[in-house]
């Protein structure tokens, strides 16, 4: 009988996820990070037994050992695990054994999954459904993230990058967008990624729904046909992507953008169900609404109350992220560290009527290789661009010919030499900014690294500056 589960790498947005559900369930957790965090305090808070460091003496007692895919086979605690016969388990076979015990619904795909999880989780909780939460980043305001519900389903993410979704057996899948991303794990090779999720797509429990974008449909068409409707399939997008492959069940029409907000008109088989207003910005968003709504409808609950839930849903944690205003200038944060998720970003930055300042850090020299001519393609929407080094965690090695230098130049060729500034140490980006910037500037960090930290250090500078000039005066 397992009474005590110890998960290496606790913080981790995946890892954290799983540990405060197990808390709710009354199971005694401990754990171990490199670091103290929010989240580390926020476990500790809630009962976990929380190591800051990785020793073989932090296993001993458990019934289970959790680890995830970013900690070594050399960890100590692994190891000392394996010397004792504790079973280890990955982190998505400990998910697995939540989701696939109920009605799972395991949301997949290249962008998006993290706020997708996180409106299905806002609009089932507010209406009355309890469900079971695990998403992978944490949600802004008071949005569920993470928590053990009294209902039948459980929400999560699904995560395709190492292909450890296939442990998930759900009664709703939904894929979001195929794309080239962490190919590294795929031999480099996008047609062992698309092969993976056709695989998925097998694990759909028979009867089930597949609810997909109109992209994702494209690229998997041959295996969903394969499937021979075993499942139901529910297709998704916007009003422009309708193509001939398969008519859009859901799409939107008459989309509003204004700043942090959108609204739109929803439409199911070509009949209009109604409007649903936003407050999260961007057009990306807007097809992230449609495929939660098409999930809420999906179990049985009405098109007017899930809008009305949607409507308090206020975006996840480092998703366009407000993080601040001084002397005019608002700075915003953004997890995006792929060409499209840049691409989607500062288009949505365009309708905030600002001038847009992009700072860029890319993740991984592997993934900055594989991708670099298509991040050089994705900052026309931005005014000036910083770019900053290459965040690389253990183990990543730096690569030949592969800098942030380079892709600085790159994008010059492309938008202008004008427009682009390379500052390798991000902690100088604050001061080598502020002459650039004006009085109604948009700033937006973007990355999946810590170059989220440059945000508030700029904003503190703003305030120097403006109390100097107050002094003056």
């Given amino acids: 009988m397992v009474e005590r589960v110890h998960m290496i790498g606790i913080g981790g947005t995946g890892m954290s996820s799983i540990a405060t559900v197990l808390l709710q369930m009354g199971y005694k957790v401990s754990g171990s990070d490199v670091k103290e965090s929010a989240v580390v305090n926020s476990l500790q808070k809630a009962g976990a037994d929380v190591h800051i460091g990785h020793a073989a003496s932090h296993v001993?007692?458990?019934?289970?050992?959790?680890?995830?895919?970013?900690?070594?086979?050399?960890?100590?605690?692994?190891?000392?695990?394996?010397?004792?016969?504790?079973?280890?388990?990955?982190?998505?076979?400990?998910?697995?054994?939540?989701?696939?015990?109920?009605?799972?619904?395991?949301?997949?795909?290249?962008?998006?999954?993290?706020?997708?999880?996180?409106?299905?989780?806002?609009?089932?909780?507010?209406l009355g459904l309890e469900p079971t939460v695990?998403?992978?980043?944490?949600?802004?305001?008071?949005?569920?993230?993470?928590?053990?519900g009294r209902g039948r389903h459980v929400v999560a993410?699904?995560?395709?990058?190492?292909?450890?979704?296939?442990?998930?057996?759900?009664?709703?899948?939904?894929?979001?967008?195929?794309?080239?991303?962490?190919?590294?794990?795929?031999?480099?090779?996008?047609?062992?990624?698309?092969?993976?999720?056709?695989?998925?797509?097998?694990?759909?429990?028979?009867?089930?729904?597949?609810?997909?974008?109109?992209?994702?449909?494209r690229v998997l068409q041959h295996s969903i046909d394969e499937a021979n409707g075993r499942f139901s399939v529910i297709v998704y997008g916007l009003q422009e992507s309708c193509g001939q492959v398969h008519p859009l069940d859901y799409r939107a029409a008459n989309i509003n953008?204004?700043?942090?907000?959108?609204?739109?008109?929803?439409?199911?088989?070509?009949?209009?169900?109604g409007r649903a207003q936003l407050m999260v910005p961007g057009v990306y968003n807007v097809e992230n609404a449609l495929a939660a709504i098409a999930v809420s409808r999906q179990v049985g609950l009405e098109f007017e109350r899930i809008v009305e839930a949607l409507g308090g849903f206020h975006g996840a944690h480092r998703r366009f992220e407000r993080v601040g205003e001084s002397c005019g200038i608002v700075v915003y944060d953004d997890y995006a560290h792929h060409p499209t998720e840049l691409k989607k970003t500062l288009e949505a930055a365009r309708h905030f009527g600002r001038r847009v300042v992009a700072i860029f850090q890319p993740q991984r020299y592997s993934r900055t290789k594989i991708l670099m001519e298509e991040f050089?393609?994705?900052?026309?929407?931005?005014?000036?661009?910083?770019?900053?080094?290459?965040?690389?965690?253990?183990?990543?090695?730096?690569?030949?010919?592969?800098?942030?230098?380079?892709?600085?130049?790159?994008?010059?060729?492309?938008?202008?030499?004008?427009?682009?500034?390379?500052?390798?140490?991000?902690?100088?980006?604050?001061?080598?900014?502020?002459?650039?910037l004006g009085?109604?500037?948009l700033v937006l960090t973007m990355g999946a690294g810590d170059v989220w930290q440059v945000g508030p250090a700029l904003l503190e500078r703003l305030k120097e500056k403006q109390a100097k000039k107050l002094q003056l005066s």
């Fill in 257 to 273: 953008l204004s700043g942090p907000t959108s609204s739109f008109t929803v439409y199911y088989n070509d009949k209009p169900l």
């Fill in 376 to 436: 050089a393609r994705s900052f026309a929407d931005a005014d000036l661009v910083v770019i900053t080094d290459i965040y690389a965690p253990p183990p990543e090695k730096s690569l030949p010919g592969v800098s942030a230098e380079h892709l600085a130049d790159l994008v010059a060729e492309q938008i202008g030499h004008e427009r682009v500034l390379y500052v390798g140490d991000k902690d100088r980006i604050p001061d080598v900014l502020l002459p650039h």
């Fill in 60 to 126: 001993a007692g458990a019934d289970v050992v959790v680890f995830s895919s970013a900690i070594p086979q050399d960890n100590p605690e692994m190891q000392e695990a394996r010397r004792l016969g504790i079973p280890l388990l990955h982190r998505s076979e400990m998910l697995a054994q939540i989701l696939n015990n109920h009605e799972g619904i395991a949301v997949a795909g290249a962008h998006g999954k993290t706020t997708i999880t996180g409106m299905i989780a806002q609009v089932f909780s507010a």
């Fill in 157 to 217: 993410e699904a995560d395709e990058s190492d292909g450890s979704f296939l442990r998930y057996y759900p009664k709703i899948a939904v894929i979001t967008s195929v794309e080239a991303d962490h190919l590294e794990n795929f031999g480099g090779r996008l047609s062992e990624l698309i092969d993976t999720y056709a695989r998925f797509l097998t694990n759909i429990k028979t009867g089930g729904t597949l609810v997909i974008s109109s992209q994702a449909y």
């Fill in 134 to 148: 695990l998403a992978g980043g944490e949600m802004q305001n008071h949005c569920v993230h993470a928590c053990w």
């Fill in 439 to 441: 009085g109604s500037d």
